[in-house]
C-alpha cells in the first residue's frame, strides 16, 4: 500500500487477556518505530527495529511488552496480561533509512486498544 | 535527557486569522532537529515542517513558518490564513542528528487547535 497501515484500527481486550497489533510499513522502509500515546499525551517511543534487528527496546514499560519483525517488514506488537493503564493509541512509523531530517517518519493511523 | 514542552494546551483562531503555537526544548546537543506534526481525528501524525538547529534561516512551508531562537531553546509554529482543514492536535518534536542507533523522536503534549468559522 501507500502508506503505513495498522490492525486492528480498534482492540478492547479484557484485562488479563493478551493482544497482537499489527503494522505493515511502507514497502522497502528500513526502519520501524512502535510509539505509545496515552490520552491527551504525545506519543512516547516504544521500540526500533533496523530491517529485523530491534537495536531499541529500551522504551517497553515492561516484559509484559514484546516486539518482532522477523523478516524486516511486518511487525507485531504483542502486549501479555494486558493491565488497564496499557489502554492507548499504538503507533506505526517506518522511514526509508536511518529516521533524519532527510528521512522522516511515515505514521500509521495507530490501534486503539482498551483494556476493561 | 530532552524535553519538549508546549504549554498551550488548547488554542482557538478564526479562520483567516493568524496563530501562534509556542514550544520550547531542552537539550545539552549543538546539532538536532525539530518538528511539528499534525493529528487530525483520525490519529495519523502528519508532518507539516521541520527544522535543523545548526540553519539560522527559520523554515517555511506555504502557510506554515516557524520561529526559531536556538539560544533560547524555542520553537514555535506560525499559521497563518487558518483555515478549518488545520483543526488539530499538533505537536512539537525533538530529534537528535544521526549518530546513535536510533533517532527517535521526543514529542510534546500537544495543543489543540479549533479554527473557528
Known amino acids: 500500500g501507500a502508506g503505513v497501515s495498522q490492525s486492528p484500527r480498534y482492540k478492547v481486550a479484557k484485562r488479563g487477556q493478551d493482544v497482537a497489533l499489527r503494522c505493515d510499513p511502507i514497502s522497502g522502509h528500513v526502519s520501524l518505530f512502535w510509539y505509545q500515546q496515552a490520552l491527551g499525551q504525545g506519543p512516547e517511543f516504544l521500540t526500533y527495529?533496523?530491517?529485523?534487528?530491534?537495536?531499541?527496546k529500551s522504551g517497553l514499560p515492561s516484559d509484559r511488552f514484546f516486539a518482532e519483525r522477523p523478516e524486516g517488514s511486518v511487525s507485531t506488537l504483542k502486549i501479555q496480561r494486558t493491565q488497564q493503564e496499557d489502554s492507548a493509541v499504538y503507533l506505526c512509523?517506518?522511514?526509508?533509512?536511518?529516521?533524519?531530517?532527510?528521512?522522516?517518519?511515515?505514521f500509521g493511523n495507530g490501534t486503539r486498544l482498551t483494556v476493561t | 535527557a530532552q524535553t519538549v514542552t508546549q504549554s498551550q494546551p488548547e488554542m482557538s483562531v478564526q479562520e483567516a486569522e493568524t496563530v501562534t503555537l509556542s514550544c520550547t526544548y531542552d537539550?545539552?546537543?549543538?546539532?538536532?532537529?525539530l518538528f511539528w506534526y499534525k493529528q487530525p481525528p483520525s490519529r495519523q501524525m502528519i508532518l507539516v515542517i521541520r527544522q535543523e538547529a545548526y540553519k539560522q534561516q527559520n523554515a517555511t512551508e506555504n502557510r506554515f513558518s516557524v520561529n526559531f531562537q536556538k539560544a533560547a531553546k524555542s520553537f514555535s509554529l506560525k499559521i497563518s490564513d487558518s483555515q478549518l482543514g488545520d483543526t488539530a492536535m499538533y505537536f512539537c518534536a525533538f530529534m537528535k542528528t544521526p549518530g546513535g542507533a536510533t533517532n527517535k523522536l521526543i514529542f510534546g503534549t500537544g495543543t489543540l487547535l479549533a479554527v473557528q468559522p
Open positions: 527495529f533496523q530491517n529485523e534487528a530491534q537495536l531499541d
Open positions: 537539550t545539552s546537543e549543538n546539532n538536532y532537529y
Open positions: 512509523a517506518s522511514s526509508d533509512r536511518q529516521s533524519s531530517y532527510n528521512s522522516p517518519l511515515h
